[in-house]
């Protein structure tokens, strides 16, 4: 058996490259204090790009083009001419001006730590506000006020309070239960198992080792696609970049995931739960171990237009989408890029895992299962 912690690495450079929990964390919230400001417009009067002031203070890219923005005067030179300047009083005065003009009963005016901390996560990180109110409870951080829902932060962003929110910024606004009608039996293509017959067991999401399996799909002309599998009970992604969505190509990054786990890829993959897509035509493919003889998991088909048994799946998905919105050409991305994304994916709090990440609730099955 192999080490556990080899598990949790990159793949090999062999295509397609497989991406598994375990990055480094997304960075440490820093909001911008008067001293960074001033940095900032020492930068800026020296030449410095957005993106070196970024650098050197510590923060995205994106917070120094809104605080540059915020900033801004138009400056009249001795010869009539006008340039644009930035300053660093004249954005403080703004932020504090701002709070204070929202009544004396907003909560958040009396926190400018929390409030950069909102907007950084949620403007920067794609936190949902729910998300960020459970990290703080979950890591037991401390500001000098408490917001309890997450609709009071809806609330704020609504009214303006948030100097670099706005509802466009949020992944979804309110909470929007989908309706679902009856599943109506078809008949299909005998590719393998239907879902009918799976384990009562797997949909209670109860044990470890069952995934749903999925394809997010480039815009044209772009023909690379993303493999995604999550693991239904701890949530966990791991994702492939395919170089086309064919069966083909889904069974052969099915390979090297096995080559990759080993011995342990039967037990950690118990079950794939797929759609009716053309690329998981191949059920045998999907099925047979390169390893050994017989199988190395077992697939099931969801019933036709009936994406929501794959719940998990569908949620990340769209999740992935706050990153590559459709639209986007995945021939042009780069394996560091989905990196990234299935890094924070995999530690994202999340709201049914009690504001845990899922990577951490995958190493805590991990270390069940083998034993630790």
Request: glycine letters at 6%; hydrophobic letters at 35%.
């Given at each position: 058996?192999?080490?556990?912690?080899?598990?949790?690495?990159?793949?090999?450079?062999?295509?397609?490259?497989?991406?598994?929990?375990?990055?480094?964390?997304?960075?440490?919230?820093?909001?911008?204090?008067?001293?960074?400001?001033?940095?900032?417009?020492?930068?800026?009067?020296?030449?410095?790009?957005?993106?070196?002031?970024?650098?050197?203070?510590?923060?995205?890219?994106?917070?120094?083009?809104?605080?540059l923005q915020r900033g801004q005067y138009t400056h009249?030179?001795?010869?009539?001419?006008?340039?644009?300047?930035?300053?660093?009083?004249?954005?403080?005065?703004?932020?504090?001006?701002?709070?204070?003009?929202?009544?004396?009963?907003?909560?958040?005016?009396?926190?400018?730590?929390?409030?950069?901390?909102?907007?950084?996560?949620?403007?920067?990180?794609?936190?949902?506000?729910?998300?960020?109110?459970?990290?703080?409870?979950?890591?037991?951080?401390?500001?000098?006020?408490?917001?309890?829902?997450?609709?009071?932060?809806?609330?704020?962003?609504?009214?303006?309070?948030?100097?670099?929110?706005?509802?466009?910024?949020?992944?979804?606004?309110?909470?929007?239960?989908?309706?679902?009608?009856?599943?109506?039996?078809?008949?299909?293509?005998?590719?393998?198992?239907?879902?009918?017959?799976?384990?009562?067991?797997?949909?209670?999401?109860?044990?470890?080792?069952?995934?749903?399996?999925?394809?997010?799909?480039?815009?044209?002309?772009?023909?690379?696609?993303?493999?995604?599998?999550?693991?239904?009970?701890?949530?966990?992604?791991?994702?492939?970049?395919?170089?086309?969505?064919?069966?083909?190509?889904?069974?052969?990054?099915?390979?090297?995931?096995?080559?990759?786990?080993?011995?342990?890829?039967?037990?950690?993959?118990?079950?794939?739960?797929?759609?009716?897509?053309?690329?998981?035509?191949?059920?045998?493919?999907?099925?047979?171990?390169?390893?050994?003889?017989?199988?190395?998991?077992?697939?099931?088909?969801?019933?036709?237009?009936?994406?929501?048994?794959?719940?998990?799946?569908?949620?990340?998905?769209?999740?992935?989408?706050?990153?590559?919105?459709?639209?986007?050409?995945?021939?042009?991305?780069?394996?560091?890029?989905?990196?990234?994304?299935?890094?924070?994916?995999?530690?994202?709090?999340?709201?049914?895992?009690?504001?845990?990440?899922?990577?951490?609730?995958?190493?805590?099955?991990?270390?069940?299962?083998?034993?630790?």
């Open positions: 058996m192999r080490n556990k912690h080899h598990t949790f690495k990159g793949a090999a450079s062999a295509a397609p490259h497989f991406l598994y929990i375990g990055g480094k964390p997304m960075r440490r919230f820093k909001h911008l204090s008067k001293s960074d400001r001033i940095r900032i417009e020492t930068l800026n009067n020296d030449g410095k790009t957005p993106k070196e002031i970024a650098e050197v203070v510590g923060v995205h890219i994106s917070t120094i083009y809104r605080e009249r030179n001795s010869d009539w001419t006008e340039e644009t300047r930035y300053s660093s009083d004249l954005s403080e005065m703004k932020y504090r001006a701002n709070l204070a003009a929202k009544g004396a009963d907003l909560k958040i005016g009396n926190d400018r730590r929390l409030a950069e901390y909102i907007e950084t996560k949620i403007a920067d990180e794609k936190y949902s506000p729910e998300a960020v109110l459970g990290e703080i409870k979950a890591q037991g951080l401390r500001f000098n006020i408490e917001i309890k829902s997450k609709n009071t932060i809806y609330s704020y962003i609504e009214k303006g309070i948030f100097l670099r929110l706005t509802n466009k910024d949020l992944p979804v606004k309110g909470d929007k239960k989908r309706s679902y009608h009856k599943v109506q039996t078809q008949k299909r293509a005998p590719k393998g198992e239907s879902i009918e017959k799976r384990p009562d067991i797997i949909g209670e999401r109860s044990t470890f080792g069952h995934w749903e399996m999925d394809t997010v799909v480039s815009a044209r002309p772009g023909k690379a696609a993303i493999l995604v599998l999550t693991e239904r009970l701890t949530r966990n992604e791991i994702t492939a970049k395919l170089p086309d969505k064919s069966a083909a190509s889904v069974v052969q990054a099915l390979d090297d995931l096995e080559k990759e786990w080993g011995e342990l890829f039967p037990r950690v993959f118990q079950t794939i739960t797929v759609d009716n897509g053309s690329e998981f035509a191949d059920c045998p493919g999907i099925e047979r171990s390169i390893l050994a003889e017989g199988s190395r998991t077992k697939c099931y088909y969801c019933h036709p237009y009936s994406s929501y048994e794959r719940g998990s799946n569908e949620n990340l998905n769209k999740m992935i989408r706050r990153w590559l919105p459709k639209g986007t050409n995945f021939d042009e991305i780069g394996a560091e890029v989905i990196q990234t994304i299935t890094n924070w994916l995999n530690n994202y709090p999340r709201k049914i895992l009690g504001f845990l990440p899922a990577s951490a609730v995958f190493q805590e099955q991990m270390d069940a299962l083998l034993g630790a």
